[in-house]
């Protein structure tokens, strides 16, 4: 079950402490489930619990501790040795009188990494206030500073194993789109178009099948088309409105998302107008992505196009994708947007999302990108079109 060998683990390890080192880190600890992953391989769903790696300058493998029983686990998913795979005990778990934190902070300092300076990923998902200042005082000697996402800037530029997951991915998320397109009529109800949405996920092709996706279907229809993060009900598909369908493929942990936009029965003008204008921004932005680009210059070619048209949109209009966990699918690291001056680079890969929300409906057509050597490629070929069902 690993999802590379060996010695890819080894070398992401070697690139994280070559930047823990430039950065004055001793040790670095993370609870990000997709750096937990990018450094060890560790995955499952036990990540209701705490867990965490902590890999050291002085170590040339890291040490991944998980609840006790999803141990095992470790063995199964990772390359590491017996040594650097542990568990702590079960009365620990949801305890009031102590915290897994109190166990496996005394085992870092057992190992060498009590103390210097100690960055941690101080905005994890999974990583409580209880959690840091149980470990926190657990490691007295120690320096706590902010990570800074060290280990998901690492993560930005993908290997090509990692970019051939996506590729599969893409590959899925095709497959959901058109099951959830073909779903979408009226008075179907909502959760049944979900279902095969799901079912397409999921059992992708003959040559391999999917995962599930760090975000659950976005399905905003009619009036919630306005707002970009509604999910479904049990309710029917209306014929005249307008439903979104922001969906991902996941193969390997690795996520490829897009979304489209669909209406029943002839779209307002303005509505083809906007989705026209919305296409073309696209597609000229993706036609100018280059390796030196910033994203800031990236936003701006996409904003010289629609503002002509009278479209102003204040929120970023993408992102960087790939090796991920619930709730989220972006890396945390470049946004396309002003005042972001990071440079792409070959490698990397890009959830270009300019969705667009006005006041009574909103259109979402967005594409996965991969940056390459000369400019960029999109990952999924599916049509762009606003989708008119008469």
């Known amino acids: ?91 620990y778990v949801q305890a009031t009188d102590k915290h897994p934190m109190d166990w496996i902070g005394y085992q870092l300092v057992e190992r060498g990494m009590g103390g210097g300076n100690v960055a941690v990923d101080m905005d994890a998902y999974y990583y409580s206030a209880r959690a840091h200042a149980s470990l926190t005082a657990a490691m007295p000697n120690a320096t706590f500073m902010e990570s800074g996402n060290l280990v998901n800037w690492v993560r930005i530029v993908k290997s ?65 088309t306005t707002t970009p993060h509604l999910t479904w009900s049990s309710e029917p598909f209306n014929y005249g409105e307008a439903t979104i369908l922001e969906l991902a493929g996941c193969r390997m942990r690795y996520h490829c998302p897009m979304s489209r ?30 390796p030196g680009i910033t994203c800031e210059d990236v936003h701006a070619i996409w904003n010289s196009v629609v503002s002509r048209h009278g479209i102003i949109k204040d929120s970023r209009m993408g992102y960087s994708i790939g090796l991920s966990y619930p709730p989220d699918w972006g890396e945390h690291t470049l946004s396309i947007r002003p005042g972001d001056t990071t440079e792409l680079a070959p490698g990397m890969t890009i959830h270009v999302m300019p969705g667009i929300w006005l006041d009574n409906w909103g259109i979402e057509i967005s594409e996965a990108v991969l940056v390459t050597e000369t400019g960029a490629e999109k990952l999924c070929n599916f049509s762009q079109e606003l989708v008119i069902k008469n």
């Open 160 to 224: 090509d194993k990692e970019i051939a997951y996506m590729r599969q991915a893409a590959r899925l998320v095709e497959l959901a789109m058109q099951a959830g397109i073909d779903a979408i009529n009226p008075g179907t109800r909502q959760c049944d178009a979900v279902a095969e949405i799901y079912n397409a996920q999921i059992r992708g092709t003959a040559e391999f099948g999917g995962e599930y996706t760090s975000i659950v279907p976005m399905l905003p229809t009619g009036a919630g």
């Open 1 to 91: 079950m690993h999802s590379f060998e060996k010695s890819e683990y080894e070398a992401r390890v070697k690139r994280v402490q070559s930047r823990m080192a430039t950065s004055g880190i001793d040790v670095l600890i993370t609870c990000n489930l997709a750096n937990m992953n990018y450094l060890t391989g560790y995955d499952g769903w036990s990540f209701y619990t705490p867990q965490l790696v902590a890999v050291s300058i002085e170590h040339d493998e890291p040490v991944c501790i998980v609840r006790g029983i999803d141990r095992p686990g470790g063995f199964v998913t990772t390359h590491l040795s017996e040594e650097n795979m542990l568990g702590y005990p079960d009365d």
């Open 261 to 290: 936009t669909v209406h029943l029965g002839p779209a307002p003008e303005r509505m083809q107008e906007v989705s026209n204008i919305a296409v073309e921004a696209l597609n000229i932005t993706i036609d100018k992505i280059r």
